[in-house]
DNA sequence: CATTTCACCTGGTGGC
DNA sequence: TGCCACCAGGTGAAAT
């Protein structure tokens, strides 16, 4: 499932590979959920934009787009001043976003497809349709999007603990909440938990500050490292070139369930909280 | 308001 | 081999 490292991973790949590239024509596929903007509003707004540059905020999936041709090593990244519009993706459970050859056979459920000036096509499919497109039209009063939450590669000690001290939900609840943090989810929140130690049914006001501050610097050591291998292949996450990554091969507690620990060799345990599987070291987390 | 639960989806899995 | 119940989980709406 696409969180933060495997949401950067597409994005720098799709930054890499279409930057500077113009949208000839867009089409939609007809399920409405899966659009945020009508698909029609879309179709119309993409037509004809040129691809400034693409970047990662939280989970989000932002194209900065210009009303005219730049060249494609001219605009400063995340340059939302020059945009004058965004397309937003979020790949939900299991959202892939692709550059592909036109002849490249149309995947099941694909439900997105840009015509690029190269020749190629952006395609998004996504079968349980978890995934959202959305289009913002910044030259109509529309605002830049924003992630709700904090991003965890940057946020600093004492705002990453001012976010917990006051609440009394189970940790683990709280590193998925994305109006705190943006782009933590299952997988990275029970390995970051692990690392730091920490229990995920434990309240996050009773966490100590020592406690806190091993959680943000775990947090940034897994998803940093995560990235650098290219996010984890759990499902059938693949990145924009339809290339696999290598994190799943370092978890130590997700997906783990009976296996020995990589620490202490007890069994993994497997409880559920907030409605997810849960993996975590009854000897290493307190 | 803070927190918890549930519906939305389909492919893969395991039991029989 | 085939059938089917069941599960995975990001998000937002609804319930508590």
């Known amino acids: 499932m696409p969180e933060l490292p495997e949401v950067e991973t597409v994005a720098r790949g799709l930054n890499q590979r279409v930057r500077g ?25 993409l037509a004809g934009l040129t691809i400034l540059a693409v970047h990662r905020t939280g989970k989000h999936i932002v194209f900065e787009l210009g009303a005219e041709a730049h060249l494609a090593s001219e605009p400063a990244q995340n340059d939302a001043t020059a945009a004058a519009a965004q397309w937003i993706v979020h790949l939900g459970m299991t959202g892939r976003l692709l550059v592909t050859a ?16 190269s020749g190629r096509e952006v395609r998004f499919v996504d079968p349980r349709r978890f995934g959202r497109l959305e289009f913002r039209d910044l030259r109509n009063s529309s605002a830049a999007f924003e992630a709700p939450g904090a991003e965890p590669l940057t946020i600093g000690a004492r705002e990453f603990a001012g ?9 683990k609840a709280a590193l998925l909440n994305q ?25 996050t006001n009773r966490l100590t500050a020592a406690e806190l501050e091993r959680l943000r610097l775990a947090l940034r050591e897994i998803l940093t490292y995560a990235i650098r291998l290219g996010g984890s292949s759990v499902s059938d996450y693949v990145d924009a070139n339809g290339e696999k990554g290598f994190f799943q091969l370092e978890h130590c507690v997700y997906q783990r369930t009976g296996e020995p620990c990589r620490r ?3 069994p993994i345990r497997r409880i559920e909280l907030v409605g997810r599987g849960t993996h975590y070291c009854p000897i290493c987390q307190r």
């Open 264 to 266: 202490c060799q007890t």
């Open 163 to 171: 976010l917990f001290r006051n609440r009394r939900l189970p940790i």
């Open 179 to 203: 109006t705190l943090l943006a782009g933590v989810g299952n997988i990275y929140a029970d390995e970051s938990l692990f690392q730091a130690g920490i229990r995920p049914r434990r309240r």
């Open 21 to 45: 590239d113009r949208i000839i024509q867009a089409w939609f596929g007809k399920r409405p959920q899966t659009f945020k903007t009508p698909r029609a509003r879309q179709a119309k707004g």
């Open 102 to 117: 036109p002849d490249c056979p149309l995947a099941p459920h694909t439900h997105a497809r840009l015509d690029l000036a």
